[in-house]
């Protein structure tokens, strides 16, 4: 479920977790950030918005800026501390003060709210999986725990449902539009051709490339480890079962380094041994050098290799398996697959959405809500 980087707002009056009613700053009304397009976006929802974008703001980082300091370091070391520890409200983001930038980007980010409402009743949609029942469960559950800090920020558990609903309903429209069914679905062939490029299914034993004692092997030990590890892919590829040799090697190790009464315990816990898994190409596990060599275009599903760890500790023997091979394996990885191809393309087009939008900005509200609430 997608709860808005995890933290979202509500209606600034703490009083009134689940109200709507006005808080007033000299007689000014309050209780609404802004109307677009005729929708009257509650004060929590701004606030809300406002979070997301002080994170963003902390967060950024400016190329040009970064490039000057950079410079200056080479020159002046302590006009580089001078210029890298400007305290905050004094930054200046896209030639915006802090405080601007984050209101504008609060305002964009509530143009989006409204464009996401306004194109789910366009289109027609309507929650299929007891959505808002869901919502609002997840929202009670953790109301529990960070209920008191919303109420701080000026949040009500009435917005944060608000902004949650929002983004299932965001990504019901995403669905409407990539989907399986969608005008522009993303082709199976795509989806599978974006999951074989990212990520491998192995199996694999791990040979140990040290003795009793810890010491690393030296050339005479590492070569009879190799052979084994030769002697362990010939027999698979000649159709005995890896797991199998796998519960062989395993055997053989807990036999040599644990008590009569440890061995029965480990055995019986290694009954049924399988390292199957599913590696990606950004990853590092088992092994650095397990993933570059699945990666460079050298093996395939029905393969079997040889790596050595990039500690030289390890020998690992590698058994190359189709991807998808578990029957469940596309469909759980679908969705995202589909989001990784086309959220910015789907970005893009919500940006369109809020082009030729009336927005009338509450200045009470922008005056009264302040971003330093959140330090």
Same mark, same amino acid.
């Given at each position: 479920m997608s709860i808005l980087r995890k933290a979202s707002a509500g209606i600034l009056c703490t009083a009134m977790t689940l109200s709507f009613a006005s808080c007033s700053l000299g /007689?000014?009304?309050?209780? *609404? /950030?802004? #109307?677009?397009?005729? *929708?009257?976006?509650? &004060?929590?929802?701004?606030? @809300?918005?406002?979070m997301n974008a002080h994170t963003d703001a902390?967060?950024?980082?400016? &190329? @040009?800026?970064?490039?000057?300091? +950079?410079?200056? &370091? @080479?020159?002046?070391a302590a006009t580089t501390e001078?210029?890298? +520890?400007?305290?905050?409200?004094?930054k200046v983001i896209e030639g915006k003060s802090v405080r601007d930038w984050i209101n504008d980007e609060a305002t964009i980010q509530m143009q989006k709210f409204v464009a996401v409402e306004n194109k789910f009743d366009e289109l027609g949609l309507a929650f299929t999986d007891n959505e808002p029942e869901k919502v609002n469960l997840y929202i009670e559950s953790l109301w529990e725990y960070y209920g008191t800090m919303y109420e701080e920020m000026g949040v009500s558990q009435n917005s944060l449902n608000l902004v949650t609903l929002n983004s299932e309903k965001k990504e019901l429209i995403f669905n409407h539009i990539y989907g399986a069914? /969608?005008?522009? &679905?993303?082709?199976?062939?795509?989806?599978?051709? *974006?999951?074989t490029e990212n990520n491998f299914r192995i199996n694999y034993i791990e040979i140990e490339l040290k003795d009793s004692e810890g010491n690393l092997l030296k050339s005479e030990g590492k070569e009879e480890m190799n052979a084994k590890a030769e002697g362990y892919i010939e027999r698979a590829k000649n159709g005995e079962d890896f797991n199998a040799i796998l519960k062989e090697y395993n055997d053989s190790l807990n036999t040599s380094t644990a008590s009569t009464e440890d061995t029965a315990a480990e055995t019986a816990v290694e009954e049924a041994p399988d390292n199957t898994m599913v590696v990606t190409k950004e990853g590092t596990y088992p092994d650095a050098n #397990?993933?570059?060599k699945l990666f460079d275009g050298s093996v395939a599903a029905g393969d079997y290799f040889i790596v050595e760890s990039t500690n030289s500790e390890k020998l690992y023997v590698v058994q190359c398996l189709d991807l998808f091979a578990d029957e469940n394996y596309y469909a759980d990885n679908e969705s995202y697959v589909r989001h990784q191809l086309k959220d910015e393309e789907f970005e893009a087009e919500i940006e369109s959405w809020i082009t030729g939008q009336t927005v009338e900005r509450n200045e009470a509200a922008y005056k009264r809500y302040k971003y330093e609430k959140f330090e």
């Amino acid at each position: 479920m997608s709860i808005l980087r995890k933290a979202s707002a509500g209606i600034l009056c703490t009083a009134m977790t689940l109200s709507f009613a006005s808080c007033s700053l000299g /007689g000014a009304d309050t209780s *609404y /950030g802004a #109307i677009i397009d005729g *929708y009257k976006v509650p &004060a929590g929802v701004f606030i @809300s918005m406002q979070m997301n974008a002080h994170t963003d703001a902390r967060n950024f980082k400016d &190329a @040009s800026a970064e490039e000057a300091v +950079t410079t200056t &370091a @080479s020159a002046d070391a302590a006009t580089t501390e001078a210029t890298t +520890t400007t305290p905050f409200s004094d930054k200046v983001i896209e030639g915006k003060s802090v405080r601007d930038w984050i209101n504008d980007e609060a305002t964009i980010q509530m143009q989006k709210f409204v464009a996401v409402e306004n194109k789910f009743d366009e289109l027609g949609l309507a929650f299929t999986d007891n959505e808002p029942e869901k919502v609002n469960l997840y929202i009670e559950s953790l109301w529990e725990y960070y209920g008191t800090m919303y109420e701080e920020m000026g949040v009500s558990q009435n917005s944060l449902n608000l902004v949650t609903l929002n983004s299932e309903k965001k990504e019901l429209i995403f669905n409407h539009i990539y989907g399986a069914d /969608g005008e522009k &679905a993303v082709p199976e062939a795509d989806v599978k051709k *974006y999951l074989t490029e990212n990520n491998f299914r192995i199996n694999y034993i791990e040979i140990e490339l040290k003795d009793s004692e810890g010491n690393l092997l030296k050339s005479e030990g590492k070569e009879e480890m190799n052979a084994k590890a030769e002697g362990y892919i010939e027999r698979a590829k000649n159709g005995e079962d890896f797991n199998a040799i796998l519960k062989e090697y395993n055997d053989s190790l807990n036999t040599s380094t644990a008590s009569t009464e440890d061995t029965a315990a480990e055995t019986a816990v290694e009954e049924a041994p399988d390292n199957t898994m599913v590696v990606t190409k950004e990853g590092t596990y088992p092994d650095a050098n #397990i993933i570059t060599k699945l990666f460079d275009g050298s093996v395939a599903a029905g393969d079997y290799f040889i790596v050595e760890s990039t500690n030289s500790e390890k020998l690992y023997v590698v058994q190359c398996l189709d991807l998808f091979a578990d029957e469940n394996y596309y469909a759980d990885n679908e969705s995202y697959v589909r989001h990784q191809l086309k959220d910015e393309e789907f970005e893009a087009e919500i940006e369109s959405w809020i082009t030729g939008q009336t927005v009338e900005r509450n200045e009470a509200a922008y005056k009264r809500y302040k971003y330093e609430k959140f330090e």
